[in-house]
């Protein structure tokens, strides 16, 4: 990583969360605003639930659906994964590209395409959707969903969130959010490792208050 971190980079007033560039699909500031960051907690779990040793000669594939930066999907890599790193914003691929100087990399390939247009995923030992699906149109969720479920092999797992339907965000248009009951219905062919739903009041660094109701996730496939 050549890029600076938030806290190196100079600012001319209060920092903004990355939230805040989520919320408006600001996408460049929100990769910014993470730039550094390490992989998601719900991938190093679900990285412990993938008990077998990595061939080298034949890696297995890990999906980064949502990629972002690129924050798994470098997590992935080193640890000598194959990765397809897909998102819909050219600056996410461009910067695992050039800011991560993972262009060349032979175990990865990256996909510009929105959620809209996913379909026939290859067959994956691992699924990441970090803070990702929720931005995916509520109209095309249900068929994205099916084709992850599809793409994970049995035995595979997902690791990602899902966003509640008393977060702040819920009532946006473009948002797919779940109650309870519907994301735990979703993984109805998982086995469940992990299902933590968080919900709780913070504020921005301006301090406007955002309601936060997150599942976070990670199962294996039946
Ligand atoms: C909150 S960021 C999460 C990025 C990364 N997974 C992480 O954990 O930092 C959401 C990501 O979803 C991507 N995204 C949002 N809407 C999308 C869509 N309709 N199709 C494809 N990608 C989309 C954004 O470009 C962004 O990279």
Same mark, same amino acid.
Do not use: T
């Given at each position: 990583m050549t890029e600076p971190t938030p806290a190196d980079r100079p600012t001319s007033g209060p920092?903004?969360?990355p939230h805040e560039f989520a919320a408006t699909r600001d996408w460049p500031g929100y990769?910014?605003?993470?730039?550094g960051s390490g992989p998601r907690d719900t991938l190093l779990r679900a990285l @412990? !639930?993938?008990?077998?040793?990595?061939d080298p000669d034949a890696p297995p594939l890990a999906i980064d659906l949502g990629c972002g930066e690129g924050r798994d999907t470098q997590h992935l890599i080193d640890l000598g994964w194959r990765v397809l790193a897909i998102d819909g914003h050219a600056d996410a691929i461009r910067r695992i590209r050039e800011v991560r100087r993972l262009a060349e990399h032979p175990r990865l390939t990256l996909l510009e395409l929105p959620f809209e247009s996913v379909e026939q995923l290859p067959a994956c030992d691992l699924l990441a959707a970090s803070f990702s699906?929720?931005?995916c149109p509520p109209e095309h969720f249900a068929r994205l969903w099916s @084709? !992850?479920?599809?793409a994970l092999k049995p035995g595979a797992?997902?690791?990602?969130?899902?966003f509640g339907d008393r977060d702040e965000w819920a009532t946006l248009p473009d948002r797919a959010h779940h109650t309870r009951e519907a994301a735990l219905e979703l993984l109805s062919a998982f086995e469940i490792d992990t299902f933590?739903?968080?919900?709780?009041?913070?504020?921005?660094?301006?301090?406007t208050p955002k309601h936060w109701h997150?599942?976070?996730?990670?199962?294996?496939?039946?």
């Open positions: 920092a903004r969360k990769f910014d605003a993470v730039a @412990e !639930l993938f008990d077998q040793p990595i699906l929720p931005f @084709e !992850l479920q599809a797992i997902f690791a990602g969130q899902l933590n739903e968080e919900e709780r009041d913070g504020e921005d660094a301006s301090g997150v599942f976070h996730i990670v199962a294996r496939k039946r």
